[in-house]
């Protein structure tokens, strides 16, 4: 019986692997140009370091972390999320020290044990970026507004930013309070997850996808109205300043995040077009995670958005490489003529393809046009001893003759 991949864990293969390394590339581009880093953290961490960061009461937690006790009886998990482990490392290797801010950003996959479904899988793929050691909200609308810039170059108008303020420390226990009377008033009308949350995690049971909760949390206490000055003022502050760059938002006053490490600002990119899974990007401010996990009292926030989402929403984009040149050659010495040509293009940096089964002309080309190819070039026993053959640009239909000789081939490839 043939072995598969595990339910959830999905192969990326030629054709759509592209796409993935286009949105890579842009994320790199984009993010360096703001002044961030890149960061690679291990895929393996000390179960601890979530339960303390995410909370002992998040479904992630609870429910969907690949927890287990490896051969030295240490509890470790495969990463649920990128921002814990970023962390980890700032304390760690005192980066504050060298200096005060940091802004990194990290690309790999994350695992949770998930029921999987369109965009949703048990191995996914994040780019996050994070940014520690400020609490100027301009620091917020400048990650909002780099977020924002990713998508563009992307070309995609979707996914549209929403925003909220979970506020802080010292003004959210009120309004926990709040909703916890709220929501204990209707119990009956909750779902079993939500009816358990609400003396645990009252905020999630805003989040629920049931239809049943969302209409009976519809006139929950809104935690706008329960922000201390402090908060009020940095929401407000950060407001202005993605109005004064152009950045569009729409505050969403239910928005709550599945990581109880969030306050001040959080938020969301959301899209119609995934059906369910309407997030594509989500984060927000996480002020006191870091001296939670051990670390100095440093402010940060950040993101993480789904490369799987991402690459659904480019749909149709065709993004498989094109090659420069194929190189179709008949007979034994031809095939090895190509080979040596090929070898030499290749080192300056064109993309050479050719057939390695001496197959007929008629089958080279198809080939040829299968690849793509931006040019063919022919070789045969006539152009061996003329020690010329024609390069054709298909595209075009034009055709010359050019010296079997890579300098003279390049000419001709990159006028």
């Not at 916890?180 to 609400?198: G, H, N």
């Not at 369910?276 to 926030?301: F, H, N, T």
């Not at 070898?343 to 057939?355: H, N, S």
């Not at 080309?365 to 070789?379: G, P, S």
């Amino acid at each position: 019986m043939a072995i598969t991949a595990i339910k959830g864990f999905n192969d990326i293969l030629p054709g759509e692997v592209e796409k993935w390394q286009h949105i890579e590339a842009v994320a790199r581009r984009v993010f360096e140009l703001y002044g961030f880093a890149e960061i690679r953290i291990p895929i393996l961490e000390k179960t601890e370091l979530f339960a303390r960061s995410i909370g002992d009461t998040t479904d992630i937690v609870e429910k969907e972390m690949y927890s287990f006790t490896d051969k030295g009886e240490n509890a470790v998990t495969l990463r649920p999320e990128g921002t814990a482990g970023v962390m980890r490392a700032i304390i760690e290797h005192k980066l504050y020290s060298q200096d005060p801010v940091a802004k990194l950003y990290y690309l790999g996959p994350m695992f949770r044990y998930e029921r999987p479904q369109k965009g949703r899988y048990r191995q996914f793929h994040q780019i996050g970026a994070e940014v520690t050691g400020v609490t100027d909200p301009t620091v917020d609308a400048q990650v909002l507004t780099m977020l924002g810039h990713f998508f563009a170059e992307l070309g995609l108008t979707e996914p549209r930013l929403q925003i909220n303020s979970l506020g802080c420390r010292e003004c959210r226990p009120a309004y926990r309070q709040a909703l916890t009377d709220f929501l204990r008033a209707r119990l009956d009308q909750l779902c079993d997850d939500c009816r358990r949350r609400v003396e645990t995690n009252p905020l999630r049971a805003l989040d629920c996808k049931s239809a049943h909760c969302q209409e009976a949390t519809a006139g929950a206490p809104s935690v706008l109205d329960h922000l201390c000055p402090g908060c009020d003022d940095h929401f407000a502050q950060t407001r202005r300043h993605l109005e004064r760059v152009g950045t569009a938002y729409a505050i969403n006053p239910r928005m709550v995040r599945g990581l109880d490490y969030y306050t001040r600002t959080t938020f969301e990119l959301v899209t119609g077009l995934l059906g369910a899974q309407s997030a594509v990007a989500a984060g927000g401010r996480y002020d006191g995670l870091i001296a939670d996990l051990g670390g100095p009292e440093i402010p940060g926030i950040g993101f993480a958005l789904g490369v799987e989402r991402v690459a659904l929403l480019l749909a149709g984009e065709e993004f498989k490489r094109r090659p420069d040149l194929f190189i179709a050659a008949l007979g034994g010495p031809a095939q090895e003529e190509a080979f040596r040509l090929m070898c030499a293009l290749q080192r300056q940096g064109v993309a050479v393809e050719l057939d390695y089964a001496g197959k007929s002309l008629k089958s080279q080309m198809r080939r040829a046009d299968k690849f793509n190819a931006r040019f063919t070039l022919i070789i045969g026993e006539a152009e061996l001893a003329r020690g010329t053959a024609p390069l054709k640009e298909m595209d075009a239909g034009r055709q010359e003759e050019v010296a079997l000789d890579a300098r003279a081939v390049v000419a001709v490839l990159r006028r």
